[in-house]
């Protein structure tokens, strides 16, 4: 198994305050990126990363920010949170980034906004 | 707007038996096509790919077909054992874009 964590597994938080999820690789893959995976719409990509400081926006962007000052980490903030934002977010990393791209995913967090 | 749909979300079959799944796309640009399964409280593991170049993929018990024209793929398992009873997710890919299905929960019966 790629070696892919991410912390925390679970998390229950207020609407209103700032959550941040971690994903660590020991794989040294150039490209991580991060889902969310919602009832009725699969996975759906919220931001990538291309390298150290590189990172570019997904399909569903908004109200979510990353940073990957290290090969190794990727985090995901939510500056204030919201119920619409209850999910379960993936973190993934690839080799790849063009043509033939299986990702490797980590285990999930599953976040929930009251 | 979804670009990838399984508008099958639950298939159950029999053990032994042939699994079907199914996935259409809109874009045509994508070039390679996915399934990944997916076991509860895990994350998607990558089972089998098809390029856009090619019309079928086997790898086991497992082929995927691709029909171009039709921007129709599908994931037959043969013969089904009850440990495939998973998620299946078909992707499809264009460069680094890879956009998801919603997924089809499929049940082995032994």
């Known amino acids: 198994d790629a070696g892919i964590t991410q912390s925390p597994r679970h998390k229950v938080t207020e609407t209103g305050t700032p959550v941040t999820l971690r994903c660590h690789q020991t794989?040294?893959?150039?490209?991580m990126y991060w889902y969310r995976q919602d009832p009725g719409h699969g996975l759906r990509l919220i931001h990538y990363?291309?390298?150290?400081?590189?990172?570019d926006k997904g399909e569903v962007s908004d109200g979510y920010s990353v940073s990957r000052s290290k090969t190794e980490d990727f985090l995901l903030t939510l500056e204030s949170a919201t119920s619409s934002q209850t999910s379960v977010y993936f973190c993934?990393?690839?080799?790849?980034?063009?043509?033939?791209?299986?990702?490797?995913f980590g285990p999930g967090t599953r976040l929930t906004v009251l | 707007d979804q670009q990838v749909k399984q508008n099958s979300p639950s298939l159950s079959v029999q053990e032994g038996r042939i699994s079907i799944l199914n996935c259409d796309y809109t874009?045509?640009?994508?070039?390679?096509f996915l399934w990944y399964k997916k076991y509860p409280a895990e994350g998607p593991t990558f089972l089998i790919s098809?390029?856009?170049?090619?019309d079928k993929n086997e790898d086991g018990r497992f082929t995927v077909f691709l029909n171009k024209s039709a921007k129709h793929l599908s994931l037959h398992i043969v013969p089904s054992q009850p440990g495939d009873s998973a998620v299946y997710f078909c992707?499809?890919?264009?460069?680094?874009?890879?956009?998801f299905g919603a997924g089809t929960r499929l049940t082995v019966k032994p």
């Open positions: 993934a990393i690839s080799e790849s980034h063009e043509g033939y791209n299986e990702q490797f």
């Open positions: 794989e040294n893959h150039r490209y």
């Open positions: 990363s291309y390298g150290v400081k590189d990172t």
């Open positions: 874009n045509s640009m994508f070039d390679y």
């Open positions: 098809i390029s856009s170049i090619k």
């Open positions: 992707a499809a890919s264009e460069v680094w874009d890879m956009r």
